[in-house]
């Protein structure tokens, strides 16, 4: 199939360096926990931009970061840990093209292993952290650190990747911070980073995302705003509408 015509693209400047990283992505979803988890680490580890992902099914919206254009879907790396971003949610419909796409490219880098970091919507304020894996021998390393998510629905995106992981066989874990609403909530995407690091042995200091949790989450509504604007412009919206 021509790579013009595809759903969604993977769009490198260059390779990862790693042989085996560690994949992890963050999109926007319950709480914003995914995409506050995922862009904080991709500042606080000084991660090296390396890409982008691309799909008609995207708004048409460029990202500026610190004055110049970037797609509002990136990929960054350090060492053997590849983070993929978003500013943008993804469409329930498309969730099982774009989910195809990370897990076949994950799989392309030869990922160890891909964690999926979300938010689940629950009444307290505890913060706790629940876990999901694509396979029983993944049970074992996230118990202990989290709460195994024993019944239930991962929605969105990452429902669709962890689906994908579980057919190709791809070890993967989905970590889901508690939020009390669907405000950003930059305290349970600190709780999620928290857990990350003690399972993967990554040192990811959460301490600047606690210090400037309200600032965050200001940040985040406006941004979240923008991108409703955006989408609603959009002509074809009417067919495929971005934000339901």
């Given at each position: 199939m021509n790579m013009n015509h595809d759903p969604v693209q993977v769009i490198l400047e260059r390779e990862p360096s790693s042989s085996s990283p560690l994949l992890v992505e963050g999109f926007p979803g319950i709480g914003l926990v995914g995409n506050i988890a995922s862009q904080y680490m991709v500042h606080e580890l000084e991660?090296?931009?390396i890409g982008a992902m691309n799909s008609r099914f995207f708004p048409?919206?460029?990202v500026l970061l610190g004055g110049v254009v970037n797609m509002p879907v990136r990929i960054y790396e350090?060492?053997?840990l590849v983070v993929i971003t978003s500013d943008i949610p993804i469409h329930p419909l498309a969730c099982y093209d774009v989910g195809k796409e990370v897990v076949k490219w994950a799989k392309s880098i030869k990922a160890r292993e891909v964690v999926c970091l979300a938010g689940i919507y629950l009444m307290t304020e505890e913060r706790r952290i629940f876990a999901a894996v694509s396979s029983e021998e993944m049970l074992e390393k996230v118990k202990g650190e989290a709460e195994v998510f024993q019944?239930?629905?991962i929605?969105?995106?990452s429902g669709s990747i962890m689906n994908e992981c579980r057919v190709n066989e791809l070890p993967a874990a989905c970590l889901l911070g508690e939020t009390v609403s669907e405000n950003p909530d930059p305290r349970a995407a600190a709780a999620t980073i928290d857990v990350l690091n003690k399972i993967y042995g990554l040192k990811v200091s959460t301490e600047k995302l606690l210090d400037r949790a309200e600032e965050i989450e200001l940040q985040m509504h406006q941004l979240s705003e923008q991108v409703k604007t955006s989408a609603s412009e959009d002509m074809t919206g009417k067919e495929f509408p971005m934000y339901g």
């Open positions: 991660m090296t931009y048409p919206l460029a350090k060492d053997d019944l239930g629905t929605s969105g995106i």
